[in-house]
């Protein structure tokens, strides 16, 4: 077999392998590819890192659930780092009845880092049905929407949330969206009647969709993809911030290298064919 039949058969099991070890060990040995920051994530950091620590809580909705987990679950963790950096109060609540999951879950582990008290410095509203009719809700009025927390706790009895009317009192929503419900129900329904200030972190295929509520001023900023949680990430790590993880950078390391052997395949694939048809 001569050099030109060798590279057009290359067995099927070592293009697995070499892939799937291109995937797993920048996992788990980081290689620190380089990272940069597009301009429509810089504008939602730039939001949160405008508020000063004493600014009115912002109000992050988890919409996605346990599928769009690996994209938007990083930049969920990245927020509440960032808010909680900065000292910044947070009210968590969901769309999606598996959001709420989801939220717990950065709940239970991003405020014991930075020795948050739950009811001053955060409070977790949980799931309620009826997407459209919460968010106009939470323009009327917090606590008809929501009149206890998770927990099943009055609102009026935690200290972070018994001063909240409405959005009057909130300096700034962030959508995590897999879908509908999701920023495009903040986006009609709040953000285009009460005028807060919104942002996004989206699913990579939705990425294009949300340009042009971006650039009409709607949107804050995005997050896109796996990558914006990656830039969301090395962003933060840049200004010395603690951060819980850097599993989107970690991820998008495994992403790139197993693209980059994929389309290295593709290429010797294709010079095989062409020496092989030549050769006929």
Same mark, same amino acid.
Request: aromatic share 12%.
């Given at each position: 077999?001569?050099?030109?039949?060798?590279?057009?058969?290359?067995?099927?099991?070592?293009? !697995? %392998?070499?892939?799937?070890?291109?995937?797993?060990?920048?996992?788990?040995?980081?290689?620190?590819?380089?990272?940069? %920051?597009?301009?429509?994530?810089?504008?939602?950091?730039?939001?949160? $890192?405008?508020?000063? /620590?004493?600014?009115? /809580?912002?109000?992050? &909705?988890?919409?996605?659930? /346990?599928?769009?987990?690996?994209?938007? !679950?990083?930049?969920?963790?990245?927020?509440? #780092?960032?808010?909680? #950096?900065?000292?910044?109060?947070?009210?968590?609540?969901?769309?999606?009845?598996? @959001?709420?999951?989801?939220?717990?879950?950065?709940?239970?582990?991003?405020?014991?880092?930075?020795?948050?008290?739950?009811?001053?410095?955060?409070?977790?509203?949980?799931?309620?049905?009826?997407?459209?009719? %919460?968010?106009?809700?939470?323009?009327?009025?917090?606590? #008809?929407?929501?009149?206890?927390?998770?927990?099943?706790?009055?609102?009026? &009895?935690?200290?972070?949330?018994?001063?909240?009317? #409405?959005?009057?009192?909130?300096?700034?929503?962030?959508?995590? &969206?897999?879908?509908? /419900?999701?920023?495009?129900?903040?986006?009609?329904? @709040?953000?285009?009647?009460?005028?807060?200030?919104?942002?996004?972190?989206?699913?990579? %295929?939705?990425?294009?969709?949300?340009?042009?509520?971006?650039?009409?001023?709607?949107?804050?900023?995005?997050?896109?993809?796996?990558?914006?949680?990656? $830039? !969301?990430?090395?962003?933060?790590?840049?200004? @010395?911030?603690?951060?819980? &993880?850097?599993?989107?950078?970690?991820?998008?390391?495994?992403?790139?290298?197993?693209?980059?052997?994929?389309?290295?395949?593709?290429?010797? @694939?294709?010079?095989?064919?062409?020496?092989?048809?030549?050769?006929?």
């Amino acid at each position: 077999m001569n050099f030109a039949e060798k590279i057009a058969k290359i067995p099927r099991q070592i293009i !697995y %392998v070499i892939i799937a070890l291109a995937i797993i060990i920048p996992l788990i040995v980081p290689i620190g590819m380089a990272i940069n %920051v597009m301009p429509q994530t810089q504008k939602l950091i730039d939001a949160i $890192e405008s508020l000063p /620590p004493d600014s009115k /809580p912002v109000l992050i &909705s988890c919409d996605f659930d /346990p599928q769009s987990m690996p994209e938007l !679950y990083p930049m969920l963790e990245a927020a509440l #780092n960032h808010c909680f #950096n900065k000292g910044i109060k947070v009210l968590v609540l969901a769309l999606w009845p598996q @959001g709420a999951g989801m939220a717990e879950i950065a709940l239970k582990k991003v405020p014991e880092v930075y020795n948050k008290t739950y009811g001053e410095d955060y409070v977790f509203l949980g799931y309620k049905a009826g997407a459209a009719a %919460v968010v106009l809700g939470l323009g009327d009025n917090f606590k #008809n929407v929501f009149p206890a927390d998770y927990y099943n706790t009055p609102l009026d &009895s935690l200290p972070l949330t018994a001063n909240i009317k #409405n959005y009057n009192d909130i300096s700034l929503v962030i959508s995590f &969206s897999a879908g509908d /419900p999701g920023y495009r129900t903040w986006l009609l329904y @709040g953000q285009s009647k009460f005028g807060f200030k919104l942002g996004t972190g989206v699913t990579a %295929v939705s990425a294009a969709d949300t340009y042009p509520y971006l650039n009409s001023g709607q949107l804050t900023g995005v997050f896109a993809g796996m990558k914006g949680a990656a $830039e !969301y990430e090395t962003a933060l790590a840049k200004k @010395g911030y603690t951060l819980t &993880s850097r599993n989107a950078t970690k991820a998008m390391d495994a992403q790139s290298l197993g693209h980059f052997f994929i389309m290295v395949f593709i290429i010797i @694939g294709n010079v095989g064919y062409f020496l092989l048809r030549r050769k006929k």
